[in-house]
């Protein structure tokens, strides 16, 4: 027998009405009012009466299945409840010490492989004039000048640090023209006469990171001017 | 129109325990009266492993899961507002399907399931001493697992359709058309004095 009609609400839920055979499984508390007249009238037929009673009959018997026997007791939920409670702790330090450790090691490979604060050195500029005989004039890389020449180097850089001009000749003959100025005090001028004569020298100007107390070929600008004395 | 249907033993459907609630009594755990647990475990131990057992037909992975259930509850998987029993056959069921999936997955478990169900290992044999229900427990152990569940919680628990709906994530209409062939599959596999009822 199916049901035709407004869908019914067990417990104000939609529910399609179950039919014949569906109904005779089911408890009456779970049934809407409509379902529950049709299963009277399913359960007063003999059909439905005999599947009414075969359902009641596996109801009776599912439900008096025994329970296994178990030796399960509540100390052994809450030991096992301790028990992870333990090992959650345990994880926890363990991830906490691997995130230390690795925030250490971390910061050590940083102060081992970082270059420190970016150091910009902006541009550097080398210039020189050489007076001889009264006459003064500029003077560029390869120039040739007399002997008597007096050479005024001026060095100037837009960023800041430490400069230095360096005179170089001969085979690894060095002399320090400049040491350690400011950049940001101006442009330097430094005069000189030469240390050689007959020679090449080569006069280096440097642009280090401020605090440096000396030149470097990896961490300085370098400009440089070659000049040939007669 | 006034009438009434009588409601059967195995269709009673518990009333209030005598006694503090499921929530009472896991409140008060949780408030630190540790003995309010063991009410708890006692009220649903037997019908816990029972379920379980059915589904997995393994008394040591069925308690296993049980352990597994009480402890999510006592985690604090439940919050208030819903069914605690509902709740609790929920974490059961899908603890069991999970196991039972896990058991598809691995050729492990065809070896076991073989020894399982050889005569001189039946858990059938060292659990049910009564034909009858020896023969209910091997019909529903044939039932595909969804209306096996079915039926267990459904007839073996009591629970309402909707609180069966609940746990096994489907309709209403679904509980009911599951029952309905399991009942039809049950009378096939059952002896005809269990299959045709008494009265």
């Not at chain 2, 069914?83 to 999970?98: E, G, K, P, W």
Request: aromatic fraction near 8%; include cysteine; proline fraction near 6%.
């Amino acid at each position: 027998m199916k049901q035709s009609g407004p869908d019914p609400k067990v417990e104000g839920r939609m529910v399609p009405l179950a039919s014949d055979g569906t109904l005779a499984g089911l408890r009456p508390d779970d049934l809407n009012h409509q379902e529950r007249r049709a299963l009277l009238r399913v359960i007063t037929s003999k059909n439905g009466s005999e599947e009414r009673s075969r359902a009641l009959a596996l109801a009776q018997a599912v439900s008096d299945l025994p329970p296994p026997t178990t030796e399960l007791h509540p100390a052994d939920v809450l030991s096992l409840l301790k028990e992870r409670e333990q090992a959650r702790l345990v994880q926890r330090w363990r991830l906490r010490a691997g995130v230390g450790l690795f925030l250490v090691a971390g910061v050590i490979t940083a102060l081992l492989v970082w270059p420190g604060p970016t150091w910009d050195p902006g541009t550097l500029q080398l210039e020189a004039r050489a007076t001889s005989q009264g006459v003064r004039r500029a003077v560029g890389n390869g120039s040739l000048l007399p002997a008597d020449a007096k050479v005024e180097l001026s060095v100037a850089a837009t960023g800041s640090g430490q400069l230095f001009i360096v005179e170089r000749w001969g085979y690894d003959s060095t002399r320090v023209l400049l040491h350690g100025a400011d950049a940001q005090d101006g442009p330097h001028r430094v005069t000189f006469e030469p240390s050689t004569s007959g020679h090449s020298a080569t006069y280096q100007a440097w642009l280090c990171p401020p605090g440096a107390d000396r030149w470097s070929q990896a961490a300085c600008a370098r400009e440089y001017l070659r000049l040939d004395w007669r | 129109m006034s009438y009434s249907l009588p409601i059967p033993k195995p269709f009673a459907h518990h009333g209030p325990h005598g006694g503090p609630s499921d929530e009472q009594l896991l409140q008060a755990y949780r408030n630190g009266d540790h003995p309010a647990f063991n009410l708890l475990f006692e009220r649903y131990r037997d019908r816990i492993v029972g379920y379980v057992w059915r589904m997995l037909r393994n008394q040591e992975e069925a308690e296993e899961v049980a352990l597994e259930t009480f402890c999510r509850v006592l985690e604090g998987a439940w919050k208030p507002g819903g069914s605690f029993r509902a709740f609790l056959f929920t974490v059961a069921h899908r603890l069991s399907i999970d196991r039972l999936r896990r058991r598809q997955r691995t050729a492990r478990f065809q070896r076991l399931w073989k020894a399982a169900a050889s005569p001189s290992r039946s858990p059938e044999q060292s659990v049910v001493a009564d034909e009858t229900h020896r023969a209910l427990e091997l019909a529903l152990a044939r039932l595909p697992e969804l209306h096996r569940a079915t039926v267990l919680l459904y007839y073996g628990q009591e629970l309402k359709s909707r609180e069966v709906a609940e746990i096994m994530g489907c309709s209403d209409q679904q509980v009911r058309s599951r029952l309905s062939y399991a009942r039809k599959q049950l009378r096939q596999l059952l002896p005809d004095e269990l299959s045709e009822g008494e009265s």
